[in-house]
């Protein structure tokens, strides 16, 4: 259970308390402050003499300063860098850290990022759907490979790409599809 952390006014208040002659149980109880924890406030002020808390280490860093840098100055000489890259690149200098090292280091220099979003591959059911969409559309010329028909149909993003926005407007999807068998019908 994840507790916060006291005060410095209401650590002061403890001292101040049992300074007047008050118990433990009676400051826990004024203050509404657990027992133990009043008494860790006591022995550490009469330990160490201070109230202040000690400045928390954490894990250290896998980068420096001048891996940082290095990092920064990948992203400012080719925007197009991958994090990937940038990884292998400090792996091949020796510096062991992740991608979400690197996108951290990004993000703490104010670098947005984005994943390179690819078109979808055709599943063999979008395929079949198109060629039998050809196929009943009577303007085919018999001549036409599959393959000249889905490289008309990839051209025409709304049709396939469900990322899109141009596939959520029906009127544009249909108007595609129109497009499409214009397209059939010149080649």
Known sequence: MKTRELSMEEKQDIVKLK??????????QTLGIANTTIWNVL????????LTTRHRTGRPRKTTAVDDRNIVRAVK???QTTVSDITNNLHRAGVQVSQSTV?????EQKYRFHYISCKPLISSKKRKDGLEFAKNTEMRDEDLKEEQFVELWQQTECVYNVSSDLYQDRTKTDATWKETEDGLQGV
């Open 19 to 28: 300074k007047e002659g008050k118990s433990i149980r009676a400051i826990a």
């Open 43 to 50: 022995k550490k002020q009469a330990t160490t003499g201070v």
């Open 77 to 79: 000489k080719n925007p």
């Open 103 to 107: 996108r951290r280091r990004l993000r």
